[in-house]
């Protein structure tokens, strides 16, 4: 297969992701998931603040991020982070329940921040906003895969699993999304 035919296969399934996640987005603002604890989480309540979306996974081997992520939350919820957990059971390694992912981070790890119900991130299922982030060329790839949203809604930065919560790369992208105090 040549250069141009596998350019053209890659933009075909960039337009049919973006058609099945109901057309271009622009804005991260645009998108919202069913909470783990009920409702809905508007990612447009998160407005002129960064977020940090992590799809997470209970019995990933990267299990141990999730208490980096909480050291992130509190270190910078003051300054307008907001972390948030999106179990998900894309590379079949959570829970199968959300009151077992919720019992299981609440108990492990302690965590606060706000996680969203069970939530396919791959695949022809994936959530709109994963399908729009990975038209975006961020992924995800694998479990506890980060995706750093700035105030604009627009996506700051992409980062693998192995890329650990107290990253300094992350760390310094986070502090560079933050509201100027």
């Given at each position: 297969?040549?250069?141009?035919?596998?350019?053209?296969?890659?933009?075909?399934?960039?337009?049919?992701?973006?058609?099945?996640?109901?057309?271009?987005?622009?804005?991260?603002?645009?998108?919202?998931?069913?909470?783990?604890?009920?409702?809905?989480?508007?990612l447009?309540?998160?407005?002129?603040?960064?977020?940090?979306?992590?799809?997470?996974?209970?019995?990933?081997?990267?299990?141990g991020?999730?208490?980096?992520?909480?050291?992130?939350?509190d270190?910078?919820?003051?300054?307008?982070?907001?972390?948030?957990?999106?179990?998900?059971?894309?590379?079949?390694?959570?829970?199968?329940?959300?009151?077992?992912?919720?019992?299981?981070?609440?108990?492990?790890?302690?965590?606060?921040?706000?996680?969203?119900?069970?939530?396919?991130?791959?695949?022809?299922?994936?959530?709109?906003?994963?399908?729009?982030?990975?038209?975006?060329?961020?992924?995800?790839?694998?479990?506890?895969?980060?995706?750093?949203?700035?105030?604009?809604?627009?996506?700051?930065?992409?980062?693998?699993?192995?890329?650990?919560?107290?990253?300094?790369?992350?760390?310094?992208?986070?502090?560079?999304?933050?509201?100027?105090?």
């Open positions: 297969m040549g250069l141009r035919t596998l350019v053209g296969v890659a933009a075909a399934l960039v337009a049919a992701t973006t058609a099945a996640s109901g057309g271009a987005k622009g804005s991260a603002a645009e998108f919202s998931f069913r909470s783990l604890d009920g409702g809905t989480i508007e447009a309540e998160f407005a002129g603040r960064p977020v940090l979306v992590v799809n997470t996974a209970s019995r990933c081997g990267f299990v991020q999730f208490e980096g992520l909480q050291a992130l939350q270190r910078y919820a003051d300054r307008g982070l907001t972390v948030l957990g999106v179990p998900s059971d894309s590379f079949r390694q959570e829970l199968d329940t959300v009151e077992a992912v919720k019992e299981f981070c609440e108990v492990n790890f302690s965590i606060d921040f706000p996680m969203t119900e069970i939530t396919p991130v791959a695949g022809s299922s994936a959530h709109p906003f994963y399908a729009w982030a990975r038209s975006q060329g961020a992924g995800p790839w694998w479990n506890f895969h980060k995706i750093l949203i700035d105030g604009s809604g627009a996506i700051a930065g992409s980062y693998g699993p192995t890329v650990a919560p107290d990253s300094p790369r992350l760390i310094a992208a986070i502090e560079a999304a933050l509201p100027a105090q």
